[in-house]
């Protein structure tokens, strides 16, 4: 009999803070799939293997609910009767849902004409008061902000701290679903919130091992014959949650170098993926996966530096411009030994019609940055041989389909008409 899912705050209590294990407000949330991507680890090629996180599969369609969850948790145990959330689509779609769920009342600010029609149909549905600001989304969250230090009501961004303990569950899933840490994570990069998320979950689900300070895990299986040596809490941990675990980073060429785009300029690729060093009583973890965020060259303030006062791209989730967790992320980056680097918007396109192609998932634009970086990064040698390699795609393609309906030129795809006639169609079809 398969297992009932209960949503992320109760499938991973034992590593949640306390205020939000009860009265919890749940859609069940998380446990999405990860997906096999054989035929974009055949185009890297080096022996990888590539993994996709599909957070579209979570209730509202996206990430966001695994942060709402903990969110709307949060505000209704500490009396809250109001949200609100800067939004430009997704944050708003999820805060409306788990509100409604709650029977809080949830107002979202968005950018006026910088919305999906599907995120925004799915706020008005949940019965949000929804208002269009005249500006861009750095815009409307500071207004939010503002809100919420001077009315009664709950900011529930990213830069809310519950929201961070929601998402990080998906680095917990993913741990659980592949019995081992990812080489390489790769992830797209807007508010910069997911990206601190995931890397606050990858360290966490080491230091919940409890391994000896100065442990070093280095390329190796680890299973119950070699346990002594092989890292034998963290086996003994995920084994049991039912998981058999392998701990691995795999040698880079000595070729292979960072670009300009690197945590640590001129590292190599080779010292960021060695060995693992696991420093539990100091808290300290030392890249079990290098995070690799990745931004819409029309909005990457974290790549290029500055502040974009215009950000602009096809990909609307990560159309950002000030991160409002530039920091974080840049130190998630760092501390893990990744990379941070842009794609254009050709590029995100491309990969949207790659990952749908060929695997059957149909995510978002902004989704396809990571797989578009991973594939812009493997142009450039920087993906070590053998690694495994996972992306999340953040959203489903549902929620911004109208790229997804015109070809490369921008020309409009339609459906090829025939008559109510058998040859013809079969013709048609090259039968």
């Known amino acids: 009999m398969a297992k009932l899912w209960r949503g992320v705050l109760t499938e991973y209590a034992d ?79 999820s805060a409306a849902a788990y509100s409604a769920q709650a029977g809080l009342t949830c107002s979202v600010l968005v950018p006026q004409g910088k919305i999906a029609m599907g995120k925004l149909a799915q706020a008005i549905a949940h019965n949000a008061k929804v208002i269009q600001i005249d500006g861009n989304f ?21 830069i809310n701290p ?30 910069a919130g997911n990206i601190t998320a995931y890397w606050m979950g990858f360290q966490e689900y080491c230091r919940k091992t409890h391994l000896d300070t100065d442990t070093v895990v280095t390329t190796g299986t680890a299973t119950a014959a070699d346990a002594p040596s092989k890292s034998p809490a963290l086996v003994g941990y995920l084994n049991g949650r039912g998981v058999g675990v392998t701990i691995s980073r795999t040698n880079a060429s000595d070729s292979d170098t960072a670009t300009d ?84 918007d050709t590029e995100i396109l491309a990969a949207q019609k790659l990952i749908s192609n060929t695997t059957g998932v149909f995510c978002e634009p902004a989704s396809a940055a990571s797989i578009a970086g991973l594939l812009k990064s493997a142009k450039k040698g920087l993906v070590p041989a053998n690694a495994t390699i996972t992306a999340t795609l953040t959203g489903h393609g549902l929620k911004d389909p109208s790229f997804a309906l015109q070809d490369s030129t921008g020309a409009a795809l339609k459906p090829i008409e025939a008559p109510n006639y058998l040859t013809r169609v079969a013709t048609l079809l090259g039968l």
């Open 162 to 191: 519950a929201r961070m303990q929601g998402q990080k569950t998906a680095a917990f899933e993913i741990v659980d679903q592949l019995g081992r840490f990812p080489d390489i994570h790769c992830i797209p990069v807007g508010n």
């Open 138 to 158: 750095d815009d409307c969250l500071v207004l939010a902000r503002k809100l919420a230090e001077n009315y009664l009501v709950t900011l529930v961004n990213s």
């Open 261 to 344: 785009h690197t945590a640590n300029a001129g590292s190599t690729a080779n010292d960021t993926s060695v060995v693992t060093e696991i420093h539990s009583a100091t808290g300290t973890v030392a890249a079990p996966t290098a995070m690799w965020g990745f931004q819409a060259e029309g909005a990457a303030p974290l790549v290029d530096g500055y502040i974009f006062e215009h950000p602009e791209t096809i990909a609307s989730a990560i159309r950002i411009g000030n991160p409002a967790r530039a920091e974080d992320a840049l130190a998630a980056v760092s501390e893990s030994q990744g990379l941070l680097d842009k794609v254009s």
């Open 15 to 93: 590593l949640l803070p306390a205020n939000l294990t009860h009265n919890i407000v749940t859609l069940q949330e998380g446990g999405t799939p990860l997906i096999e991507a054989r035929a974009i680890a055949e185009q890297i090629g080096n022996g990888v293997s590539v993994w996709l996180k599909f957070e579209g599969a979570n209730p509202t369609g996206s990430f966001k609910d695994r942060g709402m969850t903990a969110a709307i948790t949060d505000a209704k145990n500490a009396g809250s009767q109001a949200v609100v959330c800067a939004s430009t689509g997704n944050t708003s779609a």
